[in-house]
């Protein structure tokens, strides 16, 4: 039987309890105490103009036993119609009201059938007042908030591994070959010493190549993940190390390096902070032309965080801007190889991506990139002295 069936069953069962009792306790009171409607003359005389409800000679005590007797009979059947109809009532307004309460559970039942893994949009609607059915139905918008929340980091999870395994595939074909190559070539024949060790550079360049692509892929597929922990950051101290530490690259290279650091805290992973500040400064020095420029400055807009980083360069169309962001692409939109891996500006992207941040890339007019940064800033450490992002815009390259 359904829920809505036995507590029918259950309201009905109870009133024809309570009705049984109640006729029973009257038919008890009523045998013990039976009233009349008036008292009787034992002489025969009654009022006066009322003829003698009965023969003198009848004894008092006998008549009385009589009505008592026809009062008692007359009263069980009517009370026993009376309770089937009582009882009747009662089992139609029970099964009205248990349908009223149970239909909550119907929509909770209903919306949890339409759903699937691949639809889990819908939520239940909690009702007004606050009540156990309404608590229901959030315990079950708040389990389905969970299981949608868990659903989208294993996507995320699989389309990183997914995106890992193909360019990883791609990217170690041209090595192997490579090392492939180097042996089969020496060892057609009888190698020399020198030909030997030249075979061994050229293997050891390829090992060394594939460490670098596979470190560059697992921090992508890091970022890509999402965050395990967060810390306070200050994009300014990361940016001043960055600097420190490409400082010898930039002088030997002719950069010329100008930076305006102000506090921009953030909340994040301050690994992946590091290497994505690290990267694009690399690639800003690595990209750059003799006698270039280099600007950094970090700041404060309302509540972002800003990073920017304008350097000169080789021309970059407009529409391929974008394009540098995806893995292995150096220019041109295709993948082209360089001393660099082409890794760089991915894994800025996906830093960026994990920590709820915002990525622009802009081509300079007279030759390489403008990149914009900004992050949620953390409201417990936002600084009251922060800068509009106009004041970015003013310093970096013309």
């Known amino acids: 039987m359904t829920a809505r069936v036995r507590l029918t069953l259950l309201q009905?069962?109870?009133v024809l309890a309570a009705g049984a009792a109640l006729t029973g306790l009257t038919y008890l009171l009523m045998r013990r105490h039976t009233f009349f409607s008036r008292l009787l003359d034992v002489s025969g005389a009654g009022p006066v103009a009322t003829p003698p409800l009965m023969p003198t000679v009848v004894d008092p005590q006998v008549f009385a036993d009589r009505v008592q007797t026809a009062t008692l009979s007359a009263l069980l059947p009517q009370a026993g119609l009376a309770l089937i109809v009582v009882t009747a009532l009662a089992a139609v307004l029970g099964w009205l009201v248990a349908g009223r309460v149970l239909r909550p559970i119907r929509v909770i039942s209903s919306t949890a059938r339409r759903l699937s893994a691949e639809n889990l949009t819908e939520r239940v609607p909690v009702t007004n007042p606050a009540?156990?059915?309404?608590?229901?139905?959030?315990?079950?918008?708040d389990m389905l908030d969970r299981i949608q929340r868990g659903l989208f980091e294993r996507d995320r999870v699989?389309?990183?591994?997914?995106?890992?395994t193909a360019n990883a595939a791609h990217e170690l074909r041209t090595p192997l070959t490579?090392?492939?190559?180097?042996?089969?070539?020496?060892?057609?024949?009888?190698?020399?010493?020198?030909?030997?060790?030249a075979m061994a550079g050229d293997v050891r360049g390829s090992v060394e190549h594939m460490q670098r692509v596979l470190d560059g892929l697992l921090l992508l597929a890091r970022s890509q993940a999402g965050l395990a922990a967060r810390e306070p950051v200050d994009l300014a101290a990361v940016a001043a190390a960055a600097l420190d530490a490409a400082g010898a690259r930039a002088a030997a290279a002719g950069v010329a390096v100008r930076c305006e650091l102000r506090p921009a805290r953030v909340s994040g992973e301050p690994v992946l902070l590091e290497r994505m500040v690290g990267n694009l400064v690399d690639n800003a020095v690595r990209y750059n032309v003799a006698g270039g420029r280099l600007v950094v400055g970090t700041g404060t807009a309302g509540e972002r965080a800003i990073l920017r980083i304008s350097n000169t360069g080789r021309p970059v169309p407009p529409g391929e801007a974008e394009t540098l962001l995806e893995p292995f692409v150096h220019g041109q939109g295709t993948r082209v190889r360089t001393d660099g891996l082409g890794l760089g500006l991915s894994i800025v992207r996906a830093v960026t991506l994990a920590h709820r941040g915002r990525i622009a890339v802009a081509a300079r007019t007279g030759g390489g990139l403008d990149i914009t940064i900004d992050f949620p800033q953390n409201p417990v450490?936002?600084?009251?002295?922060?800068?509009?992002?106009?004041s970015l815009q003013e310093m970096a390259l013309p």
């Not at 699989?158 to 890992?164: I, M, V």
């Not at 490579?178 to 060790?197: F, K, N």
């Not at 450490?381 to 106009?390: H, L, M, R, V, W």
Request: hydrophobic share 40%; net charge negative; aromatic share 2%.
């Open 158 to 164: 699989l389309d990183s591994q997914r995106l890992f």
């Open 178 to 197: 490579t090392a492939r190559t180097a042996i089969d070539v020496t060892l057609d024949g009888h190698p020399s010493r020198a030909e030997l060790l």
């Open 12 to 14: 009905t069962a109870l």
């Open 381 to 390: 450490t936002k600084d009251a002295g922060s800068q509009d992002i106009d």
């Open 131 to 141: 009540d156990e059915l309404s608590a229901l139905a959030g315990t079950v918008n």
